[in-house]
C-alpha cells in the first residue's frame, strides 16, 4: 500500500472550496489506481467546519485548533511515500504548505512532486524549491509519473 499526501495552500480561501479542490484531486489519484494499492491523504481529510474562512492561525474548535492541525498534517505526510504539492491556487505565501514539503523533504523516502510552480508567485522561494524532487505542470503529468514508480 502506497499512501500519497497532497498539500497545498488554503490560507485565505473557503475552506469548503478547499475541501472540493483536495477530493478532485485525490478522486484523480484514485482512479488511476486500484484503491487496494493507494491511499490519499490531504488537509482535509478530517473534515472541515462549514463556512470558515482559512486563516493563519487562531482557530479554536476542539479538533480544530493550531496545534492540532499542525499536528495531523505532520502525521499524516510521515507515514506518505509522496507529497504532491499543488501550488496551483497560491494567492499568498503558504506557511503550511512549505512545512508538509519540508517534512516530505526530511524523510529520504519520500519524495515532493510539486505542480503548479509559477516563477515569481507567492510560493517560489528556494526553500519550496530545494524541497521539490520534481516539478510538473498538472496532476496529469505526477499521475502519468506515479503509474511508472508505485
Known amino acids: ?6 498539500a497545498g ?5 473557503n475552506l469548503l472550496e478547499s475541501k472540493k ?14 484503491p487496494e494499492e493507494v491511499t490519499v491523504l490531504s488537509p482535509m481529510s478530517d473534515g472541515v467546519p462549514s463556512g470558515v474562512i482559512a486563516q ?23 507515514k506518505s511515500s509522496f507529497v504532491i ?17 519540508a517534512w516530505g523533504y526530511d524523510d529520504p523516502s519520500c519524495m515532493v512532486l510539486t505542480i503548479g510552480r509559477v516563477a515569481g508567485g507567492p510560493m517560489d522561494h528556494a526553500f519550496t524549491n530545494t524541497f521539490t524532487d520534481i516539478f510538473f505542470d498538472d496532476i ?11
Request: charged residues 20%.
Open 1 to 6: 500500500m502506497t499512501t500519497i499526501y497532497v
Open 9 to 13: 495552500p488554503v490560507s485565505g480561501l
Open 21 to 34: 479542490h483536495f477530493e478532485r484531486i485525490t478522486d484523480k489519484i484514485l482512479d488511476a489506481f486500484d
Open 56 to 78: 493563519p492561525a487562531g482557530y479554536t474548535q476542539n479538533v480544530f485548533t493550531d496545534r492540532a492541525i499542525t499536528a495531523r498534517c505532520r502525521a499524516m505526510v510521515a
Open 85 to 101: 504539492a499543488d501550488l496551483s491556487r497560491a494567492k499568498s505565501p503558504s506557511m503550511g504548505t512549505a512545512c508538509e514539503m
Open 140 to 150: 496529469e503529468g505526477v499521475i502519468e509519473f506515479l503509474l511508472y514508480n508505485i
